[in-house]
């Protein structure tokens, strides 16, 4: 149980650490409304991390195989919404140097922001590569009782929630304790640097 418990969080921290553009966009939602709105987002991230460690302890390289045909859809759809948020951000940056520091953020808006990440971190390609990678290697091959299935799967999610919260937090400290005209310039370096990202998507072969 303990060794399931390990391999969960191993594989969770090993999904959700190396995710750049997941992990910038987690950091400038934090920025643009607080952590709140951030910590949804990061928690949509974690879900998909779920589904992934799910996925894995109960087919597993069965739907690797399955997945390998639409790696260069699941990468030109996951390239063109990174650019489709990057562009966004960087034409709406003016919001940010007269932004006011305390917002109020509907129920909604943290619903849209949930579904948001979850869609974006589940059709990300290097979330794929780590999940066929490193989630699959530690799984292949071993038979898991269903307790032991659980503590995997849940040691995967809390690992990758609590570095996703981790963002989250960063984003809204950098909120309080930036100047409105410092922060909306790093808003457009984080987002230069996820269009940066999704060339990365778009031009290196996967695998």
Known sequence: MI???????????????????????????????????????????????????????????AVAEALEPWAQPIRLVSAGVLIAIAVTGLVRRRRFENVAVEVVVRRGELVRTYGRFLGLTIINPLTVVYFASMVLGTTAGTTR????????????????????????????????????????????????????????ILFQPIG
Do not use: H, K
């Open 145 to 200: 009782t269903l307790p032991e299935m659980i503590v995997f799967v849940a040691g995967a999610f809390v690992a990758s929630l609590s570095w996703q919260l981790l963002l989250a937090g960063v984003g809204a400290v950098a909120r309080r304790g930036l100047s409105p005209r410092f922060r909306a310039v790093t808003t457009v370096i984080g987002n230069i640097f996820i269009l940066g990202l999704a060339a990365r």
């Open 3 to 61: 060794e399931s418990l390990v391999g969960g969080v191993l594989a969770g921290y090993g999904i959700a650490i190396p995710v750049g553009a997941i992990a910038v966009l987690i950091v400038t939602t934090g920025m643009r409304c607080g952590f709140p709105c951030a910590a949804s987002a990061g928690t949509g991230a974690a879900t998909a991390d779920l589904f992934y460690a799910l996925v894995a302890v109960i087919a597993g390289v």
